[in-house]
């Protein structure tokens, strides 16, 4: 069992960056696959990042590709997420996720995912 909890979340303006981590309790953050994902206003939950647990292979969805990065803090049992050159469409509950399972080509799918975060707003103004 374990706990994820987010924070990190604000509003910022288009072009800026925010920091999101993600603290996990109850066990090592490392022996967890996470993801990353995030809904927009009337729009279903989407994935947006992952890292893999047996490698630290990291994904992307496509449209944060060279602007949004996985980062492990092991002292901290942390994984964050640097989320650089935010767009008004960056805008969104942003949720961390973790599985205790290595899921393959399956880290987008969020019904893969036992555990959730509460939640960290994210708004993005232009």
């Known amino acids: 069992q ?4 987010e924070s990190g979340g604000g509003l910022v303006q288009a072009g800026g960056s925010l920091r999101l981590s993600c603290v996990a309790s109850g066990r090592t ?5 996470m993801a990353w994902f995030r809904q927009g206003p009337g729009k279903e939950r989407e994935f947006v990042a ?7 292979s990291t994904y992307y969805a496509d449209f944060v590709k060279g602007r949004f990065t996985i980062s492990t803090d092991n002292a901290r049992n ?36 036992d555990y959730w975060g509460q939640g960290t707003q994210v708004t993005v103004s232009s």
Do not use: H
């Open 78 to 113: 942390t994984r964050y997420l640097q989320m650089n050159s935010l767009k008004p469409e960056d805008t969104a509950v942003y949720y961390c996720a973790a599985t205790i399972s290595a899921l393959g080509s399956f880290y987008s799918r969020r019904n893969r995912y």
């Open 50 to 56: 992952a890292i893999n647990r047996n490698d630290g």
């Open 2 to 5: 374990v706990q994820l909890v």
């Open 29 to 33: 953050i490392s022996s967890y696959t």
